[in-house]
Structure formats: structure tokens, C-alpha cells
């Protein structure tokens, strides 16, 4: 109060004098060093809409946080079609974009049913190149899943995303996977070596074939009589009910390498 008594004094003094403009001039940059006025915006710095918030302030936009997911698959597309539909309105995560490497491939037709972009690669480009890096920054992709993707991943994109690619393995992993071991090939192995039960692991991806760290297994019986046609049934099954799920906890951080009693018996 003692300050602003002096200020109408002054002012008064200087509207007397006929130099109210020069006192008015120098009683704003009085009251801006004290911190109640701002030069910039002629408001009172303590109101919250004043512009001088704090230096670094920044704007936060309701998608700040939103983590943008690349699907890679190779054929039909049904495990990337579940988790898409999973994640559909999702808060804070979205399948921005769907990477093929099959012309024609089903997954295609369903990432148009949803709208959402594709990118065709071919091999050249993808091992000895960039691996479609800069299309996939330009996603501001933030994680990939691989989801039926039959290529190895190059060692340029697991560098990129360091503990941010996972894959799911239609097998009890370390049993029955490396190279070659993908689709029916993985069923035929294991009804014939008489396995009594199967499953699918879901695991971060490294530079070597089904060799990353463990997130989640789901099992199931194998019943006499079974064979890789049936088996392969009841693994898409496990796909279907756990992929979308685990894909969600895992890109929101919720578990990194999941403990043993997340470990499904179905």
C-alpha cells in the first residue's frame, strides 16, 4: 500500500508539471522490477493467463505423450489385426504405420480397412541400406512389433531401437526357434519330436534369431492324435487372446521382462 500511495503522489506531481508521460514511463519499470507489472504484456505477472508464465515453459498438446507403433508382418495380418483393434483409441499409444515386405500380403488390405499408412520394403534397401529408418522417424515411430515378420531384423534398426522391438514366436522358447524355424515349420518340429505341450513366446528382439529376452510364454496341451494343422490352431489361439495385451504393457512400460507368474498356463 506504501508503494502504490507514492505512486499516485508522483504521478500526480509529474500531471501537475505537464510530464505525466515521462513519470508514467519510469513508475512501469519501477513496478516491473518489482514484479507486478509486465512490460511485455501490461498485465499483472501473477494472473494465469499472464504471457511471462517462466522461462522454459512450454505448451503441453493432449498427444505429448503418445508413443507411435510400427507393425511389421509378412502375411495374413491376424495377430497385427488384433492389435489393432486393441489399441484402437487408445490414450497414449497408435499403430501409425504397417511395414510388409510381400506385395499383396493380407495385412496390407487391413491396414487400409483402418487407415492406416504402409510401407513396402524390399531387401536390398532394408539390410544393406538404411533399413528405412528416416520413413520410420518421419512416423515419429517410438516402437515396433513384429508380428508374423518372416525377415531378420538388421542390426541398424535393433540399434535404433534399443530394447523397443519385439516378436512373438509361435514356440516354447529356447526350444524350437533360429532360422527357419517360423510358421508350420515350427509344428511339424514339435509334433514330431512328441512334444507334450506347446505354446508362444513373446521376446525382446537382438541381433540373432529368436535370441532376445523373454517377456511372456502361454502354453497348451498337446493331445495324442494332434497334428501341426491343429496345433497351429490352438497357438494362434494363444496369439490372439495375449499379443495385444502384453504389446500394450510393454510399450507403456508397465513390465520390461515380465516375471515368472505372468507366465500363462492355457
Request: proline share 6%; glycine share 8%; aromatic share 10%.
Amino acid at each position: 500500500m506504501l508503494v502504490f500511495g507514492y505512486q499516485a503522489i508522483l504521478l500526480t506531481y509529474g500531471f501537475l508539471l505537464g510530464q505525466w508521460a515521462f513519470f508514467w514511463k519510469y513508475e512501469k519499470k519501477l513496478l516491473n522490477k518489482l514484479g507486478v507489472w509486465s512490460l511485455e504484456s501490461g498485465v499483472n505477472d501473477s494472473t494465469p493467463n499472464s504471457k511471462l508464465q517462466t522461462p522454459n515453459s512450454k505448451l503441453q498438446t493432449p498427444n505429448s505423450q503418445l508413443t507411435h507403433i510400427a507393425i511389421f508382418a509378412s502375411g495374413a495380418g491376424s495377430n497385427a489385426e488384433k492389435i489393432i483393434a486393441h489399441l484402437k483409441n487408445h490414450s497414449s499409444i497408435k499403430v501409425s504405420l504397417i511395414v510388409c515386405n510381400k506385395p499383396g500380403a493380407g495385412v496390407l488390405g487391413i491396414a487400409a480397412a483402418n487407415q492406416i499408412p504402409t510401407l513396402l520394403i524390399e531387401k536390398e534397401r532394408f539390410f544393406r541400406g538404411d533399413a528405412y529408418l528416416p520413413e520410420l522417424r518421419s512416423r515419429e515411430i517410438g516402437f515396433v512389433v513384429l508380428a508374423g515378420f518372416l525377415w531378420k531384423v538388421p542390426d541398424a534398426l535393433v540399434a535404433a531401437y534399443p530394447n523397443k522391438i519385439i516378436n512373438i514366436h509361435p514356440a516354447l522358447l529356447p526350444k524350437y526357434g533360429g532360422k527357419g524355424m517360423y510358421g508350420m515349420h515350427v509344428h511339424e518340429a514339435v509334433i514330431a519330436a512328441g512334444e507334450k505341450e506347446s505354446g508362444i513366446t513373446i521376446h525382446y528382439v537382438n541381433e540373432h534369431f529368436d535370441e532376445g529376452a523373454p517377456i511372456f510364454q502361454a502354453t497348451c496341451p498337446i493331445e495324442p492324435g494332434d497334428t501341426p494343422e491343429k496345433l497351429a490352431e490352438k497357438i494362434h489361439v494363444l496369439e490372439h487372446r495375449h499379443f495385444p495385451e502384453v504389446v500394450e504393457r510393454v510399450v507403456n512400460r508397465e513390465s520390461s521382462i515380465v516375471s515368472r507368474e505372468y507366465k500363462a498356463q492355457d
